[in-house]
T-cell receptor, first 110, second 113 residues
Framework: GIQVEQSPPDLILQEGANSTLRCNFS?????LQWFHQNPWGQLINLFYIPSGTKQNGRLSATTVATERYSLLYISSSQTTDSGVYFCATSIYNQGGKLIFGQGTELSVKP | DVKVTQSSRYLVKRTGEKVFLECVQDMDHENMFWYRQDPGLGLRLIYF???????EKGDIPEGYSVSREKKERFSLILESASTNQTSMYLC????????????FGSGTQLSVL
């Protein structure tokens, strides 16, 4: 099956710093999503981005499907950005069945 | 915004009990999913459903069953709870099976003693 790998596994930042999280996937996909899990366990969908670039405030994401990777950029990080970031994807004929990476745990210090 | 509601935030059950976890979504989504999340193992798909009365096994269906009698409701059933089913259970929904955004509920932390 498709493999999804995220790096780095964990990251500690000072408030105000920028960061880039990476997601590599092993097969051609038609669906790439980024999620943030807050310290209370709630998973929030940040981006649906099968290809191209999207921005939402201080966050942006880029997926290069032909090279099988996606990047999540966090600029001017805040303590509320702490938590675990997951990417997830699915292969062409199983669009609704997402496979998740292991996540990047981010801790932003004041 | 889509709302996915799970009936309990925390649940404590005894080994051998039958356990029902309920999930309701309010956006007429076709697809609903049950995942479990464990430290070091990430999120793993238990069951999913593309339509009413339709279900498909995910990656770890053993020990679980599901029910979808109405479009908005998807129930996960532990027929005889065991300690290795202690976990965070997450329900999710998406509009169709063609890869739209997935929306999660707030999760149910189940402890089986």
């Amino acid at each position: 099956g498709i493999q999804v790998e995220q790096s780095p596994p964990d990251l500690i930042l000072q408030e105000g710093a920028n960061s880039t999280l990476r997601c590599n996937f092993s097969d051609s996909v038609n669906n790439l999503q980024w999620f943030h899990q807050n310290p209370w366990g709630q998973l929030i969908n940040l981006f649906y981005i099968p290809s191209g670039t999207k921005q939402n405030g201080r966050l942006s994401a880029t997926t290069v499907a032909t090279e099988r990777y996606s990047l999540l950029y966090i600029s001017s990080s805040q303590t509320t950005d702490s938590g675990v970031y997951f990417c997830a994807t699915s292969i062409y004929n199983q669009g609704g069945k997402l496979i998740f990476g292991q996540g990047t745990e981010l801790s932003v210090k004041p | 915004d889509v709302k996915v509601t799970q009936s309990s935030r925390y649940l404590v059950k005894r080994t051998g009990e039958k356990v029902f976890l309920e999930c309701v979504q309010d956006m007429d989504h076709e697809n609903m999913f049950w995942y479990r999340q464990d430290p070091g193992l990430g999120l793993r798909l238990i069951y999913f459903s593309y339509d009413v009365k339709m279900k498909e096994k995910g990656d770890i269906p053993e020990g679980y069953s599901v029910s979808r009698e109405k479009k908005e409701r998807f129930s996960l059933i532990l027929e005889s709870a065991s300690t290795n089913q202690t976990s965070m259970y997450l329900c999710a929904s998406s509009l169709t099976g063609r890869g739209e955004k997935l929306f999660f509920g707030s999760g149910t932390q189940l402890s089986v003693l």
